[in-house]
């Protein structure tokens, strides 16, 4: 069965800090795999997709890792900011619909 | 460009009641897909049409819900006779192909049964 767990569920940071959220999924056939912001009551917005071939991909103070072997994603983001505060969720792609992950809730404190 | 746009961005039924949520795809994408995320879990796949087919229903209920993606017009996604359990954001997302290419999604809509 296809699963995409994510850790921690909710993380609170002072501003400035380096974190990392975590994802895991069982899978490892993927497509890509991407990583979503989610504010409240909101949509999801993309902020990078990693192929299956890559390793890692970059957008500003974003960083996302990809090791397909062991079924893990990282995402990095660099000096936390409180506009930064969002649901993120991670989504493996199988080639025709995502398995989502439940997502860290990030709030970032001023 | 106007992205995927879905509506109502809210739906408020009773028990027993019909929902009707409609999504318009991205200009030139004639893939959509359906997911419903309930309360405090992440997104989950329900359907996945192309224009007049459906293609994977495998995420649907099997009772009580439809979709459909006709030559003309939007998405529709329908439920009959909702119970309070229905009650979920349904987000659309869609695609000008199948297979790698990145799903654009909307805002969503949020269905509440009273």
């Known amino acids: 069965k296809q699963e995409v767990t994510q850790i921690p569920a909710a993380l609170s940071v002072p501003e400035g800090e380096n974190l990392v959220l975590n994802c895991s999924f069982t899978d490892s056939a993927i497509y890509n795999l991407q990583w979503f912001r989610q504010d409240p009551g909101k949509g999801l917005t993309s902020l990078l997709l990693?192929?299956?071939?890559?390793r890692e991909q970059t957008s500003g103070r974003l960083n996302a890792s990809l090791d397909k072997s062991s079924g893990r994603s990282t995402l990095y983001i660099a000096a936390s900011q409180p506009g930064d505060s969002a649901t993120y969720l991670c989504?493996?792609?199988?080639?025709?619909?995502?398995?989502f992950g439940p997502g860290t809730r990030l709030s970032v404190l001023p | 460009n106007a992205g995927v746009m879905q509506n109502p961005r809210h739906l408020v039924r009773r028990r027993g009641q019909e929902a009707r949520l409609r999504c318009s795809p991205m200009k030139g994408h004639s893939h959509v897909y359906w997911y419903r995320q309930l309360p405090e879990e992440g997104l989950k796949f329900m359907v996945y049409l192309q224009k007049e087919n459906i293609i994977d229903e495998s995420g649907m209920p099997k009772e009580r819900f439809s979709a459909e993606f006709p030559k003309e017009g939007p998405s529709i996604l329908r439920i009959q006779q909702v119970v309070r359990g229905d009650s979920a954001a349904y987000f659309c997302?869609?695609?000008?192909?199948?297979?790698?290419?990145?799903?654009?999604f909307g805002d969503g809509t949020r269905l509440s049964i009273l």
């Open positions: 989504a493996a792609y199988y080639g025709q619909n995502f398995v």
């Open positions: 997302a869609s695609s000008p192909q199948k297979n790698n290419q990145p799903q654009h």
């Open positions: 990693i192929q299956s071939s890559q």
